[in-house]
């Protein structure tokens, strides 16, 4: 089992709908959890990070992290053909960060 | 405040070739890590620098990739000689702290032929 189990997509949603990214855990000891949004032929940047359990929210995006189900979730609402991106989870215990694959996302005007 | 550079943005060699890519990381961020990122695939790490001194090479395929970071700012990824599942986009991030928050550069996307 792999430490970090994204789903590739592609996933393809109109605009303004509402979009839930997701990804699943193996290793209790991750601590941090972020989402990063990668562009094409750009680096990953960093959108949000969470530290343990909980909800976090940053204008129309919302991390949630669900520890005892080692599942961690975004929400985008109102999605905005500009969010057209890789989403790449990512985790660590504080020494490195483990990412996941990344989820093509496609926002369809 | 700048980002992480890199250079070249882009290289082709042929394999058993040798290739060097370099960082500049963010000033101030004593944490340096070097990522290969295959197509399709999420950043894997290939080597993190605290500083001057390596922390972690674990993933680092050592007889054939090496690393330096040069008075804890600049570094430099060689590949000597390249094979063809070395074709990826190799990217240099930077952190005040270790494993929160990185900052990546654009990366060097690299094609072995």
């Known amino acids: 089992q792999k430490e970090v189990e994204q789903d590739p997509g592609p996933l393809s949603v109109p605009e303004g709908a509402i979009v839930s990214l997701n990804c699943t855990y193996s290793?209790?000891?991750?601590?941090?959890f972020m989402w990063y949004r990668q562009y094409s032929r750009k680096g990953p940047e960093l959108l949000m990070y969470?530290?343990?359990?909980g909800n976090k929210e940053d204008g129309r995006f919302t991390a949630q992290v669900d520890k005892s189900s080692k599942y961690i979730s975004l929400f985008i609402r109102d999605s905005q053909p500009s969010d057209s991106a890789t989403y790449l989870c990512?985790?660590?215990?504080?020494?490195?960060?483990?990412f996941g694959k990344g989820t093509r996302l496609h926002i369809l005007p | 405040e700048a980002g992480v550079a890199q250079s070249p943005r882009y290289k082709i060699i042929e394999k058993r070739q040798s290739v060097a890519f370099w960082c500049n990381p963010i000033?101030?961020?004593?944490?340096l890590y070097w990522y290969q990122q295959i197509l399709g695939q999420g950043p894997k790490l290939l080597i993190q620098?605290?500083?001057?001194?390596?922390?972690?090479d674990s993933q680092l395929p050592k007889d054939r990739f090496s690393a330096e970071r040069l008075k804890g700012v600049d570094s430099t990824l060689k590949i000597q000689p390249a094979k063809l599942e070395d074709s990826a986009v190799y990217l240099c991030?930077?952190?005040?702290?270790?494993?929160?928050?990185?900052?990546f550069g654009s990366g060097t996307r690299l094609t072995v032929v």
């Open positions: 991030a930077s952190s005040l702290e270790t494993g929160i928050g990185y900052t």
């Open positions: 290793n209790s000891a991750f601590q941090y």
């Open positions: 969470t530290y343990s359990s």
């Open positions: 990512a985790m660590s215990a504080l020494d490195k960060i483990i």
């Open positions: 000033s101030g961020h004593a944490t």
């Open positions: 620098f605290q500083n001057n001194g390596v922390v972690d």
